[in-house]
């Protein structure tokens, strides 16, 4: 297992060992103790995933106090352009985001800790996308960010489909309008 540090703090991209031969493949996608050892500390409760298609955008979310989570995730088939934005409060990086394409191709996963929101655009049709969650889910504690904030300067991708959006992803705020999230509220 290879765990590549990204320009923000926390944030990880890993790329788990592969082995395959004539019948296919084997890749272990977790292992508690590996994953603590480099530095993946969180204890996942709650295993989740989304089928989407191309052009769909599915954030950018976090849940709050007390329902704050940490993700680890991975696309099992398809392609998506990850994204996690810094939203914790006094952070160095408050404001930035790490993007990374995740695809059953190149098989790495991203890890983004709790004071992140995260969210993603499907490169590719049929994209099943996997991800494990250190809290469990609450829907009052859901909130957004608005993904094509200005502010932001994520470099979403020019696809030749119409962008697919909730009417919930459609009405985020701005990142000059969000609570930031308090590392304290852990």
């Avoid at 050892?37 to 954030?59: H, L, M, P, W, Y």
């Amino acid at each position: 297992m290879k765990v590549i540090d990204t320009q923000i703090e926390g944030v990880k991209i890993i790329e788990c060992d592969f082995f395959g031969d004539n019948r296919g493949y084997f890749c272990e996608t977790y292992n508690k103790e590996r994953y603590f050892n480099a530095g993946i500390t969180s204890e996942f409760v709650q295993d989740n995933e989304s089928f989407s298609s191309k052009g769909v955008i599915r954030g950018l979310h976090w849940q709050a106090f007390p329902h704050t989570q940490a993700k680890l995730v991975r696309v099992i088939s398809g392609a998506v352009l990850d994204v996690a934005v810094d939203i914790r409060k006094g952070s160095p990086t408050y404001g930035k985001h790490v993007s990374v394409v995740l695809s059953a191709e190149n098989r790495r996963q991203l890890f983004i800790p709790r004071g992140f929101a995260h969210g993603f655009i499907v490169l590719e049709d049929n994209t099943l996308f996997s991800y494990k969650c250190d809290n469990l889910y609450c829907k009052e504690s859901e909130r957004g960010l608005k993904f094509d904030d200005p502010e932001l300067q994520i470099k979403w991708p020019d696809l030749d489909v119409e962008i697919i959006l909730s009417e919930k992803d459609k009405n985020h705020p701005a990142l000059k309008d969000i609570k930031p999230w308090r590392p304290e509220s852990l």
